[in-house]
């Protein structure tokens, strides 16, 4: 079957699929310094101008990878929050456990991505997204558990533990459990000091 008929099977939304899963699988068997547009659309099997109109530029296909990323573990630690009975401990093992744990899903693969987006207009943009969703969860979450509302400092510190104990983990210099225990202990720490 000629390839220009395949490609008109897909709609936009299960194009961009398509092209992210691949995107992820070049990044994962060859790097990341391996991805470009061209690559990635010889990979996927169109033409280039399909993933310039789905990504328009190499830092905006990393973006849409890192974003990606971000959606599912938001997905993953929203589902279990609902399913956490609301006491201070449970839900900070929670958010430990589902932090570390879809860092480990993704492997080395993010920290690459994060690594190549450094410095670029759309990883700050999408950090700060994400930053803002993650510590406005946080101080939902804890409110009830602690004193005083928790501070914009607090948050952050919760986020820099988070990020920290997963880049050691996915490097190998501390363990998955070790991280999970110490991101745990931080939270509680920024609860009781709130």
């Not at 194009?15 to 061209?38: D, F």
């Not at 456990?97 to 690459?112: D, F, H, K, T, W």
């Not at 990020?163 to 745990?184: P, R």
């Amino acid at each position: 079957m000629p390839e220009s008929l395949t490609r008109q099977r897909l709609s936009r939304e299960e194009r961009h699929r398509q092209l992210v899963e691949v995107a992820w699988r070049i990044i994962r068997e060859e790097g990341t310094e391996a991805l470009t547009l061209g690559y990635l659309a010889k990979q996927a099997g169109v033409t280039k101008p399909v993933v310039y109109d789905h990504f328009t530029s190499r830092s905006g296909l990393l973006g849409a990878l890192y974003t990606e990323y971000d959606r599912r573990q938001t997905a993953l630690m929203d589902a279990i929050i609902g399913k956490t009975e609301p006491l201070a401990e449970k839900l900070a093992a929670v958010i430990a456990n589902a932090y570390i744990e879809c860092v480990l899903l993704q492997g080395r693969e993010m920290p690459s991505v994060m690594a190549a987006l450094a410095g670029t207009p759309e990883l700050e943009q999408i950090r700060q997204d994400y930053a803002a969703t993650f510590t406005a969860k946080c101080r939902e979450l804890f409110a009830p558990f602690s004193r005083h509302p928790l501070s914009d400092a607090a948050l952050r510190a919760m986020l820099g533990s988070a990020e920290g104990l997963s880049w050691a983990v996915v490097n190998g210099v501390i363990t998955a459990q070790q991280a999970k225990d110490e991101l745990f202990h931080v939270i509680i720490a920024m609860v009781q000091r709130g």
